[in-house]
């Protein structure tokens, strides 16, 4: 009887006593047994439970593949990590699959609820239904393209299909760092969407200057929600919001952000310096209760307002949040707020968490001393209502003020570009670094927001032809 020939040993690993063996072991790689075609891959891995390991068997169909399981193999045991599992396993491993551990990493990334949302929204509308049962290890040019060509039937704007694209590139970057797919393939190697037209010497992030208000137009508007939103308001839905006025002039002269401007409270306000502390956005997730979360990007910054502002409407909204009279002087009102401020910081101390201090101790919502709330509730408002009650405003400028009415074109959140360009910049003559730090964001941002190469040339060269 003819003995079985065994099969070729192609490599073998360092010799290894883990998992308690006696004797010592190699990972090994087998070529195919005569009239195979199925390359072998041999090791031990931990069987769970302080059982003894047990004796692993990986094929391949390919000399390359079988390689990479091997040299895969011998690095999770140098690193102790998770050895190459089978193919049941990596079949298993769909884009659905990834697409939770996709949303579980940016959770534990501290991600903020409206950014998840956004993420959600993307995977279920566009990439699941898509490609949602192709294995990762399969996922190719192709399905990402098919991506791409359901998105863009309802996804118009440039920036919508950039995020849809950047969303596919963080998927494949984690399936990478998970290893389930191998580095060698790139599902978005030759995916290109169109490209938008760019104004020489702008980047893609530019900002027409179309798109920011004048200052006419932010104090019309201003005015118009004082008359609607003011104590002789005739509108009940308007007059839910009653301080909606000064809430435009502290987006238009101060630069905040629509979060940053409901999660204002009396505490925050420096009357003596002359600027509000940015320390906080009012965060509303989808069907869930509105709570006080972090400022973006965890950047904590000043912005100096009008002192108009800040004494003529801050200031008497602070003595009554602070339950002072209202002929109480300026120090009294600092006084008052310095020590809620000391209360807070002396609460915090008294906490594990480190990190907490006067600014961003918790409090129940219903508790703390907002500036701009909806009436009926006590609390900041929700952005639909906040841009439904702005739509109102702005139909009555439109038709009291034609002069001075607001473009359709122009969104609310573009009030930060009027305080950045128009009023920083301009009108208070500060620097893009200033600017910067008083809207909270890098300096690469700004610059790439509100400047321009070649732009002032550009005038001058305007200037020197009008003249001829």
């Not at 179309?210 to 939103?229: F, G, I, S």
């Not at 009940?236 to 009653?242: K, Q, W």
């Not at 409270?265 to 972090?294: E, K, L, M």
Request: charge should be positive; include cysteine.
């Amino acid at each position: 009887m003819a003995t079985r020939k065994k099969p070729t040993l192609l490599a073998q690993g360092k010799p290894r006593k883990l998992g308690g063996s006696a004797r010592p072991w190699r990972v090994r790689l087998y070529a195919p047994e005569p009239g195979g075609t199925k390359y072998q891959v041999m090791f031990r891995a931990p069987a769970g439970d302080g059982e003894p390991w047990k004796r692993v068997l990986r094929r391949a169909s390919s000399e390359a593949e079988a390689r990479k399981i091997f040299e895969q193999a011998e690095a999770a045991l140098d690193t102790e990590k998770e050895t190459p599992v089978g193919a049941d396993v990596r079949a298993s491993r769909t884009i659905w699959m990834l697409g939770e551990e996709y949303l579980r990493d940016s959770i534990e990334r501290g991600k903020q609820p409206r950014t998840m949302e956004q993420r959600i929204s993307r995977l279920n509308a566009h990439i699941l239904p898509t490609i949602g049962d192709v294995p990762v290890t399969k996922w190719r040019l192709e399905h990402s393209r098919k991506v791409m060509e359901k998105g863009g039937k309802t996804l118009f704007s440039q920036r919508g299909r950039e995020d849809l694209r950047g969303q596919l590139a963080a998927m494949r970057k984690l399936a990478w760092r998970l290893g389930w797919l191998d580095r060698s393939i790139d599902p978005l190697d030759g995916l290109e969407i169109g490209r938008a037209n760019v104004l020489h010497g702008a980047t893609a992030q530019y900002v027409d200057p179309q798109l920011r208000p004048e200052t006419r137009q932010v104090h019309a508007m201003a005015a118009a929600a004082d008359k609607l939103c003011g104590p002789d308001g005739t509108d009940p839905l308007m007059t839910r919001l009653p301080l909606f006025g000064a809430k435009i002039r502290v987006a238009g002269f101060g630069g905040l952000r629509l979060g940053e401007q409901n999660a204002l409270r009396a505490i925050d306000v420096f009357f003596d310096h002359g600027y509000v502390h940015v320390n906080g956005s009012w965060i509303t997730p989808r069907g869930q209760a509105g709570f006080r979360g972090p400022v973006k990007n965890h950047t904590l910054h000043e912005v100096p307002l009008p002192k108009s502002l800040m004494h003529d409407e801050l200031l008497p909204r602070v003595k009554e949040l602070l339950a002072l009279p209202a002929k109480a002087s300026l120090q009294q009102v600092i006084n008052a707020q310095e020590e809620e401020r000391q209360r807070r910081a002396t609460l915090a101390r008294r906490e594990k968490d480190r990190n907490l201090a006067w600014w961003n101790y918790p409090l129940p919502p219903e508790e703390e001393l907002w500036l701009f709330i909806d009436t009926v509730t006590g609390l900041p408002v929700k952005p639909e209502m906040h841009n439904e009650r702005w739509h109102r405003v702005r139909k009555w400028v439109e038709e009291n003020d034609p002069d001075n009415a607001w473009p359709k074109a122009i969104v609310y959140r573009n009030l930060r570009h009027h305080a950045a360009t128009k009023w920083f910049h301009e009108e208070l003559g500060e620097s893009w670094e200033v600017v910067a730090q008083y809207l909270g964001d890098k300096l690469t941002t700004v610059l790439n927001h509100y400047v321009r190469a070649g732009e002032d040339a550009l005038r001058d060269s305007v200037s020197k032809l009008a003249a001829r």
